[in-house]
């Protein structure tokens, strides 16, 4: 698809600003418009507390209240022309950003942040359940906060007053659209999940759509199914919901909206359905649109339905493209006042405060491993070494073994801040270990941590859990040509808006590297062009050999781990031939690995950033 020319006023772009004071200034980039329709989706999934937005990178710097101007503007839009908008979020809010991590209790701020968009439709992600009081605060805010738009399908809470199972939410919603009176039936799912904290119980779904409510809800008259899930939208749980849903209604249109995997995607499932999942971090605001949608009534087996997706940067220029406003005429009131609520927040819990100046970039996944870019090699070779001691077990050779799904974002050459140690390892894991085991049986675990999938899985660990979560669904390095050159936080296009398309090259704005989304639809998804940026896979976990001598191995070592993959290490134990269990772990150091890595640049990094 042609990008479309046009021009963005000069008189605001050079000067438009993300809502957060630090923040990058945005870029302009050639644009797809939207392709609005009969009924039009706005799709949040895995936001994991970036709400403040991404303060380092120009094209992901708006922030949720920006985000709620966007959609009032949308709202309005669907008003005059008589169709609809509806707005989803498929889960995982949590666990990722200062603004959620730094407060005690964790998300202080948070929760009435986000409860000031009018989402009509959510579901909880797995990072609402590990730990129980994260599950009780979703129960006893979140849920009230959306009342009847909130769906649990397969997911119940235990109260821990009365030991009673109920659902989470309720399992499904029918409703009627705003304008068209489109009438819609609802479902919100999570995955298979099994790593969630005792107050709450995740059915599976195989066993969700057996029930006589499921089965109810899909004999209900709809003129739209429409299915929410933290699931990807390439899991098997999607299609046994799909398969299901078309045993009793072979025509009526579905769309899903799935998450977890942080990526962007869209697929079919068959030509009346459409998928599409909207990556992660806030990064995107996914929207989807939908035409030929008829009543009950006409015979829907002949309608033509169609579907379309654009993944929309959370950039302020495109949110200003998209709307046809600029910076004076775009926020509105209710916008700029969570955009000031955040900014408060921020400075109340002291996000950015300094800890150090990193050297240069660090990434998880754009450059190689192992190679002196990768973060994982600067844990595995600066940091673990250090943090991963023991006053009692300081003489004691010792293997470190972290997980790479630990780590959850890049860092970026300059400061490194309060904020920034949430963002890199969000996670409340410590170090657990096993004393004194042979070390003809601890080397093999590495091996079969990364490479023992089978095994592993045979008895019933997902190693999948272990490494970072785009690996669910990208399983081999994607290089480009022609890698990107202009970094993704550039500080903007250096001037006023340039034409967007139709121009020569000399007059379009640098490209900034971003995604460059082909899904099973094609290569436009994306309503900014960027240069392309590689993808390197990760081994699941990486390891660190602490104490070792100068010569020769040791007889036994200390295997030192993350607390959250001991199941994984035991088992890999006992298949290196090893006799260990629960009763042989200890605590190895107090402290999450967050502090400890926290320390580490304190310590390392002091002094301040050259601007």
């Known amino acids: 698809m042609a990008f479309r020319a046009t021009i963005l006023g000069a008189a605001f772009a050079s000067v438009a600003r ?9 870029v302009a980039a050639p644009m797809r418009d939207l392709q609005w329709g009969q009924l039009n989706f706005l799709h949040t999934t895995d936001t994991h507390g970036w709400h403040g937005g991404h303060l380092q990178e120009s094209q992901y710097s708006a922030d949720w209240g920006d985000y709620i101007s966007f959609a009032e503007h949308l709202r309005k839009r669907a008003d005059d022309d008589g169709s609809d908008l509806l707005l989803v979020d498929t889960g995982d809010r949590v666990e990722g950003n200062g603004l959620y991590d730094a407060s005690d209790p964790k998300g202080k701020y948070y929760y009435d942040i986000y409860r000031e968009q009018d989402i009509d439709i959510i579901c909880t992600g797995n990072h609402e359940l590990y730990q129980a009081s994260t599950a009780d605060e979703e129960h006893r805010r979140t849920v009230p906060n959306f009342k009847y738009n909130y769906i649990a399908s397969n997911l119940d809470y235990v109260d821990a007053d009365t030991n009673t199972r109920i659902p989470m939410a309720q399992r499904y919603r029918k409703f009627q659209t705003k304008n068209q009176k489109i009438n819609v039936v609802a479902f919100g799912f999570l995955f298979n999940f099994k790593g969630n904290a005792n107050n709450t119980v995740v059915q599976p779904v195989e066993d969700t759509i057996k029930e006589d409510w499921f089965q109810e809800a899909i004999r209900e008259k709809a003129d739209l199914f429409v299915v929410i899930g933290h699931v990807g939208v390439r899991m098997e749980e999607f299609k046994i919901i799909f398969d299901a849903i078309r045993k009793r209604n072979w025509f009526t249109p579905v769309a899903f909206f799935g998450g977890h995997v942080h990526v962007r995607d869209a697929t079919t499932y068959d030509s009346k359905s459409f998928a599409m999942a909207s990556g992660r971090y806030f990064e995107t605001i996914g929207f989807m649109s939908i035409n030929g949608i008829t009543k009950k009534s006409t015979d829907v087996s002949t309608q033509a339905v169609s579907f379309n997706r654009r993944y929309i940067d959370n950039n302020l220029l495109g949110l200003y493209h998209h709307t046809g406003l600029n910076e ?34 660090y990434w998880m996944s754009r450059a190689p491993y192992p190679g ?10 600066e940091v673990l070494p250090d943090v991963v001691t023991s006053k009692d077990r300081n003489e004691v050779p010792r293997l470190a073994i972290m997980n790479t799904g630990a780590i959850r974002f890049d860092i970026f050459k300059g400061g490194f801040t309060h904020d920034s140690t949430y963002i890199v390892s969000p ?10 085991v042979p070390y003809q049986v601890a080397r093999k675990v590495i091996l079969l941590l990364n490479k023992g999938g089978p095994i592993l899985e045979a008895s019933g660990l997902d190693s999948r859990f272990l490494t970072i979560p785009e690996q669910w669904s990208i399983h081999e390095d994607i290089i480009y040509e022609a890698p990107d050159v202009t970094p993704s936080r550039l500080d903007g296009s250096g001037g006023s808006q340039k034409p967007l398309g139709g121009g020569s090259v000399e007059e379009k704005p640098n490209l900034v590297g971003g995604y460059t989304t082909k899904d099973d639809v094609g290569k436009d998804g994306d309503d900014a062009e960027h240069s392309p940026i590689n993808f390197y896979t990760v081994p699941n976990c990486i390891q660190s050999e602490v104490g070792f001598p100068a010569e020769g191995e040791p007889e036994t070592v200390d295997v030192v781990f993350m607390d959250f993959i001991q199941e994984w290490v035991l088992l890999a134990l006992q298949f290196s031939g090893g006799d260990y269990s629960t009763k042989d772990v200890k605590t190895y150091a107090n402290g999450t690995f967050t502090e400890l890595m926290a320390g580490w640049i304190k310590k390392n990094w002091a002094g301040n950033c050259k601007k």
């Open 18 to 26: 993300a809502a957060q004071p630090s923040a990058a200034k945005p």
């Open 328 to 361: 004076t005429t775009f926020p509105t009131e209710r916008g700029r006042n969570v955009s000031k609520r955040i900014t408060q927040a921020r400075k109340e819990l002291d996000l950015d405060y300094t800890y150090g100046c990193a050297p240069q970039d």
């Open 372 to 381: 002196d870019d990768s973060i994982f090699s600067w844990l595995e070779k």
């Open 427 to 436: 996670f409340l894991s410590g170090l657990n270990y096993v004393p004194d």
